[in-house]
Structure formats: C-alpha cells, structure tokens
C-alpha cells in the first residue's frame, strides 16, 4: 500500500516565525513531490513542486526533498495569519502514471 | 477564465437517486482527474483520463461511471446515490499523464439525504 504520512496537527506558530511541514512517503521510487494549501471550504492550490534532491525556494515558500530518507518538508518563512490553512503533501508514485497521491494534510494555525 | 470548472457546486438529493457532475478545463491539457475528498478530508483518486482514454481507475463501486467526451472535458455520473457517496469531488487537470502537477477545480459538495 503506497503512502503519504503527514502530522495532522495543528501546528501552531507566531506571526512572522518559520513554519515546517514534514512528509513522509513509502515508494523509494517516487518521482514528483508536491505541496498543495488548501483553505477551509475551497480546492487545493499548488504552491510548490519538487523532482530533486535538495531545496527549492520560491518567496517564502522552501521545499525540501530527501529521497533517500523519503521525506520531504515545507517551510514558510515570516509566517502571515493569512498562511492559516491546511498543508497537503503529494506524491507521484512509480509506475508511470501521474496517479499523485495525498498525504491527510497538516493544519497551519498563525496567530497575531 | 476559470482554468478548471466544475458543475453544480453544490448538489442535495436523496437516496437513491442519479446525478452528474461535469468538469471543463481551458488550460489544454492532456489528462483530466476525478477526486474525491471524504469528512476528514481525505483527498483520493478515482479516476483519470489520458486523451479521452481510461488510464487510471481505482477501488470505486462501479455506480460510478465517468465519461470523457473530448480531452476537455470529464463527466462523472454516479446512480443509485448512496448516504455515503456525500464528500466533496474535485476535478483536476495536468498537461501530461506522467509526474506534472495537477490543478483543481472548485469541488462540488455532494449531499446525500
């Protein structure tokens, strides 16, 4: 059974503190990573996409992958209130097709 | 212009019953997605068509049918509505059908009563 292990959370921080999301994933032989924010009552928006090894940053938004250790992170930096939504990991499995498979999401609380 | 679409954003029936959902995307991609998103918010695949053809068709109870017309569009039909069919469904849309990134549409709110 293919899966993506996230911390449901809340996970609490200050205004203007660093925010990390971890990821967990159990096919060695993924291929594509993906952070998707979704708020309460809406669709999942794609804020970052990641294929290899290392960090990929993007304004505030830092993806990091290790595939060796099958886990990839987010961090967002100066965290807003507006940041307050829930954090979906998703990944492409292999085996071709672009089946992504999501994690439970880890709710983001930012508060003032 | 809305990339991806989704009709009705909301739909209350009742047991038993039939209903469509239909999804139309404009960005021109080649692969169209069925999602579906549970009360804890568990977000799982479908369905996915690749150019109108069946490429990915996982664990659902065949009362639920898509059907694709053209690569821009993806219908998805579910008979005899059941109480746990209610969830949101999300259509979603990537350029190709191998490791690109999806986008979604806006869900529809399915309630069965």
């Known amino acids: 059974q293919k899966e993506v292990e996230q911390n449901s959370g809340p996970l609490s921080v200050p205004e203007g503190a660093i925010a990390s999301l971890n990821c967990t994933y159990s096919d060695r032989g993924s291929q594509s990573f993906f952070w998707y924010r979704q708020y309460s009552g809406k669709s999942p928006e794609l804020i970052m996409f990641?294929?290899?090894?290392g960090d990929k940053e993007d304004g505030r938004f830092t993806a990091q992958l290790n595939k060796a250790s099958q886990y990839v992170s987010l961090l967002i930096r100066d965290s807003q209130p507006s940041d307050s939504a829930t954090y979906l990991c998703a990944v492409t499995f292999s085996g071709g097709y672009n089946k992504l498979i999501f994690g439970a999401g880890t709710r983001l609380a930012v508060h003032p | 212009d809305t990339a991806v679409s989704q009709t009705p954003k909301y739909l209350v029936t009742q047991m038993g019953n039939d209903k469509s959902i239909k999804c139309e995307q404009n960005l021109g991609h080649d692969t169209m997605y069925w999602y579906k998103q549970d009360s804890k918010k568990f977000l799982k695949i479908m369905f996915s068509y690749n150019n109108k053809e069946l490429i990915i068709n996982e664990t659902v109870p065949n009362r639920f049918s898509p059907k694709s017309p053209d690569k821009a569009h993806l219908n998805l039909h579910i008979n005899s509505l059941e109480l746990g069919d209610s969830a949101v469904y999300f259509c979603?849309?990537?350029?190709?059908?191998?490791?690109?990134?999806?986008?979604f549409g806006q869900g529809t709110r399915l309630t069965v009563v």
């Open positions: 979603a849309s990537s350029q190709t059908a191998r490791y690109t990134e999806a986008f």
């Open positions: 990641i294929y290899s090894n």
